[in-house]
């Protein structure tokens, strides 16, 4: 069975600094992995992905995530937070099962305060 | 372009009525999921179709609860009898699924777009 764990209920960070959102996976083959944000009564947007290639992967706003395979981690990374950051971030593997199912995890609340 | 379309967008109903959830994937889109979040159980996949096809029901609770996707632009979630537990934010969400044929596996999919969800009440 694949999963993805969220250690962290909540992060908080002071603007400016920089923020890591951790996540770790367990999936057997090659993990194909994501993240989202999902702001208030909003649906979940796309960050970014990694399938194959760099580890360090670039998304939007500024984020970034570092693939890390003996580690099994994808944390979420940004150099400089800003308050607007403040949101409920997803991290998710997709399904090795075929088709585009994803296992999300359980979330993790960014509060990024001045 | 319009994202994922979801109505209504809240629901207050009582206990024992039906509830019909509803939702317009991205044009082109050829995969449909339904998903519910609550505190408690975070975001659960209910059922996902591929070309209008349930592939995955196996997270759909009970047998209260039903989906179809008649074509390609519309689906609708059903729960009936609906009960307080089933309060929760009910979301629509599409993506593109390359098939696997072309050679590219899973790193064609496209990410999933998600709409902005039907917040449903059950009193």
């Known amino acids: 069975a694949q999963s993805v764990a969220q250690p962290e209920d909540q992060v908080n960070v002071a603007e400016g600094n920089p923020l890591t959102v951790k996540c770790t996976y367990s999936v057997s083959g090659n993990p194909y992995l994501f993240w989202y944000v999902q702001y208030p009564n909003r649906g979940l947007q796309f960050l970014l992905k990694?399938?194959?290639?760099?580890?360090l992967v670039k998304g939007s706003y500024g984020f970034e995530a570092e693939f890390n395979k003996s580690q099994t981690s994808f944390h979420l990374k940004k150099p400089s937070a800003l308050v607007s950051d403040s949101a409920l971030y997803f991290c998710a593997v997709l399904f090795t099962g075929g088709g585009n199912k994803l296992t999300f995890g359980t979330g993790t609340q960014l509060k990024v305060e001045l | 372009d319009a994202g994922v379309i979801q109505s209504p967008r809240h629901e207050v109903t009582e206990m024992g009525q039906e509830v019909t959830l509803r939702c317009k994937p991205i044009?082109?889109?050829?995969?449909l999921f339904w998903y519910r979040q609550t505190m408690m159980r975070g975001l659960e996949l209910l059922i996902y179709?591929?070309?209008?096809?349930?592939?995955?029901d196996s997270g759909m609770p009970e047998d209260r609860f039903s989906a179809k996707m008649p074509n390609a632009s519309f689906s609708t979630l059903k729960i009936q009898p609906s009960e307080p537990r089933d309060s929760a934010v009910y979301f629509c969400?599409?993506?593109?699924?390359?098939?696997?044929?072309?050679?590219?596996?899973?790193?064609?999919?496209?990410?999933?777009?998600f709409g902005d969800g039907t917040r449903l009440s059950i009193l």
């Open positions: 179709f591929n070309n209008n096809v349930p592939i995955d």
């Open positions: 990694y399938i194959t290639g760099d580890n």
């Open positions: 044009s082109g889109h050829n995969s």
């Open positions: 969400a599409s993506s593109f699924l390359v098939r696997f044929a072309l050679g590219q596996g899973a790193r064609g999919n496209q990410p999933q777009h």
